[in-house]
């Protein structure tokens, strides 16, 4: 079992900036994907960006050039900053974790931070 902590979430006029902070517990050595979602009112969950245990990053088109997705794996944490952020951007954010295929697979979430971007 993994446990996702998620902060830094809040209200920011357009043009502004938040960097969001996941740390996660538990079963990490069986962690390799980690990762932001997010999901607007009326609309599916989707992926803002991904990172793996080695680094490689995947980001939604909505968000390149915009979003920077790190992660510090002797923290155990993964961080998104978050510039230039639109009204579009405002959803509740969710941290995202998913185990190595040794370990099933599985993917764990967090409870999910606001992110509301004002125009």
């Known amino acids: 079992q993994v446990q996702l902590v998620e902060s830094g979430g809040g209200l920011v006029q357009a043009g502004g900036s938040l960097r969001l902070s996941c740390a996660a517990s538990?079963?990490?050595?069986?962690?390799?994907?980690m990762g932001w979602y997010r999901q607007a009112p009326g609309k599916q969950r989707e992926l803002v960006a991904e990172?793996?245990?080695?680094?490689?990053?995947n980001y939604a088109d909505s968000v390149k050039g915009r979003f920077t997705i790190s992660r510090d794996n002797a923290k155990n944490t993964v961080y998104l900053q978050m510039s230039s952020l639109k009204p579009e951007d405002t959803a509740v954010y969710y941290c995202n974790c998913r185990t190595s295929l040794m370990y099933g697979a599985a993917d764990y979430w967090g409870q999910g931070t606001q992110v509301t971007v004002s125009s």
């Open positions: 538990g079963s990490i050595f069986s962690i390799n994907v």
């Open positions: 990172i793996t245990r080695r680094g490689t990053t």
